[in-house]
């Protein structure tokens, strides 16, 4: 992944908090990236592995704008002669350091459950991403100006599926239900503002995520309710991805992701 490096557009206000909202961001795609690659030959159909794959590869691609964008911003809040790369900060940071959501480090599962977290992941991003395109943030605004486009395919593909299995058999209607069911947990860290996220909000920069909830659950209780599929009432909710704090699973998606780099430090492809 490593490119050349042109100079980085100036962060228009608050260089260290656009750097860690960046990185949140990223890490988010990153890891709903290497997930949906977990599929590839693995998918139902021939054309959905294709699918899932170009879907991992946009998200992927938003992730490394991202990551660069949060290197080159924390190396000049630090005063640093250089930035951590996108590979730097994909393959060299350990668990603790990465700041995703739990809803993208939760195993493959079963097909259901992918279009469950398809669903709410590229809901939320598709809304998210809307609003960040009028960012005053100019690498921002760009990225999420090209994400909308990307992530309204997402979405519309996890709709076609998540009717198809609601709408479908006995057996699709239950997978369907309960991929929805084990994901619901995860939703509401979707939309937990902070102090980070309160500043950027304020400064014109960033979203507050609190406030794309109403519109999303919205879009989300519409499509379950066609594919005749019950809105789940989960009992409890995760927190703390954007602490570090993460399940167990993201270790095992990292030990993987970052083998090859850990294994040949220093090398490029």
């Known amino acids: 992944m490593t490119r050349p490096a042109p100079a980085a557009p100036a962060a228009v206000a608050l260089p260290a908090d656009v750097a860690a909202y960046c990185l949140r961001l990223g890490d988010d795609a990153l890891v709903a990236a290497q997930r949906l690659g977990e599929w590839v030959s693995r998918a139902p159909e021939m054309e959905e592995d294709l699918a899932l794959a170009n879907i991992a590869l946009d998200l992927l691609g938003q992730a490394r704008s991202l990551l660069t964008r949060a290197g080159d911003l924390e190396a000049a809040a630090d005063g640093a002669a250089s930035a951590r790369t996108e590979d730097d900060l994909a393959y060299l940071r350990g668990e603790r350091e990465f700041r995703c959501i739990h ?79 084990a994901v619901w947990p995860y939703v509401a860290e979707l939309f937990d503002d902070d102090e980070l996220t309160t500043r950027l909000a304020d400064a014109g920069a960033g979203v507050l995520p609190s406030e794309l909830r109403a519109g999303c659950e919205s879009g989300w209780r519409d499509v379950i309710a066609e594919a005749g599929l019950g809105l789940p009432a989960p009992v409890w909710r995760s927190r703390g991805g954007r602490d570090g704090i993460h399940t167990e699973h993201l270790g095992l998606l990292l030990a993987e992701l970052q083998s090859v780099a850990r294994s040949h430090p220093g090398a490029t492809w």
């Open 103 to 181: 809803l993208v480090e939760l195993p493959r599962g079963d097909f259901a459950l992918t279009v469950a977290r398809l669903l709410v992941f590229s809901g939320y991003q598709a809304a998210l991403y809307r609003r960040l395109a009028g960012s005053i943030d100019p690498v921002l605004a760009g990225v999420a100006a090209k994400a909308t486009k990307e992530v309204a395919y997402h979405l519309g593909h996890a709709v076609q599926w998540t009717l198809r299995l609601g709408d479908g058999t006995a057996e699709s209607h239950r997978r369907m239900q309960a991929g929805l069911d």
